[in-house]
T-cell receptor, first 113, second 114 residues
Framework: QKEVEQNSGPLSVPEGAIASLNCTYS??????FFWYRQYSGKSPELIMS????GDKEDGRFTAQLNKASQYVSLLIRDSQPSDSATYLC?????????????FGSGTQLTVLP | GAVVSQHPSRVICKSGTSVKIECRSL??????MFWYRQFPKKSLMLMAT?????????EQGVEKDKFLINHASLTLSTLTVTSAHPEDSSFYIC??????????FGSGTRLTVV
């Protein structure tokens, strides 16, 4: 079982629609969760971080975390063509003094004008 | 905010040569640096974790002698791909824990071995 799994897509939505990206993780000890956006040929950039159960909103982005279900999602409202990118879910596990970020395989999102 | 400067951004080298990639934390001390590799349309795969003042920790399947990692100071970590081959062509990215639970990524290095 992969440690972090994402719906691989590709996902296409029309401009103005809501894009929903999902991620599950296997390690119940995971403590913090991140969504990164990666454009082709570029390094990932942080979109959202979430640490506790519930919703966290930042502009058009909402991250949702359910630790009991080991599930984290990202909603993008009023999707724009500039949102077209690969979205990476990442989970941070802390072991003693060490911490490591594990990435999902990514979901490619295309927002159609 | 925290910045990690990664150089070079692109490099083309001949088979059998070595290539060094540098990552510098510009405004914070990075005692740890993570090195990732990414193939086209794939996710980031952790190769190794470098720690200032001690040996790097390599992930399973990553050749230590081929991918030499040095963490010379609190602001500099380097990855050297030795005796490069075409199958080493990839996108290499470094990342450092920068605050609380956050991570800062370098801009990546596109390596092409011909």
């Amino acid at each position: 079982q992969k440690e972090v799994e994402q719906n691989s897509g590709p996902l296409s939505v029309p401009e103005g629609a809501i894009a929903s990206l999902n991620c599950t993780y296997s390690d119940r000890g995971s403590q913090s969760f991140f969504w990164y956006r990666q454009y082709s040929g570029k390094s990932p950039e942080l979109i959202m971080s979430i640490y506790s159960n519930g919703d966290k909103e930042d502009g058009r982005f909402t991250a949702q975390l359910n630790k009991a279900s080991q599930y984290v999602s990202l909603l993008i409202r009023d999707s724009q063509p500039s949102d077209s990118a690969t979205y990476l879910c990442a989970v941070n596990l802390v072991l003693g003094s060490a911490r490591q970020l594990t990435f999902g395989s990514g979901t490619q999102l295309t927002v159609l004008p | 905010g925290a910045v990690v400067s990664q150089h070079p951004s692109r490099v083309i080298c001949k088979s059998g040569t070595s290539v060094k990639i540098e990552c510098r934390s510009l405004d914070f001390q990075a005692t740890t640096m993570f090195w990732y590799r990414q193939f086209p349309k794939k996710s980031l795969m952790l190769m190794a974790t470098s720690n200032e003042g001690s040996k790097a920790t390599y992930e399973q399947g990553v050749e230590k002698d081929k991918f030499l990692i040095n963490h010379a100071s609190l602001t500099l970590s380097t990855l050297t791909v030795t005796s490069a081959h075409p199958e080493d062509s990839s996108f290499y990215i470094c990342s450092a824990p920068s605050r609380a639970e956050g991570y800062t990524f370098g801009s990546g290095t596109r390596l092409t071995v011909v």
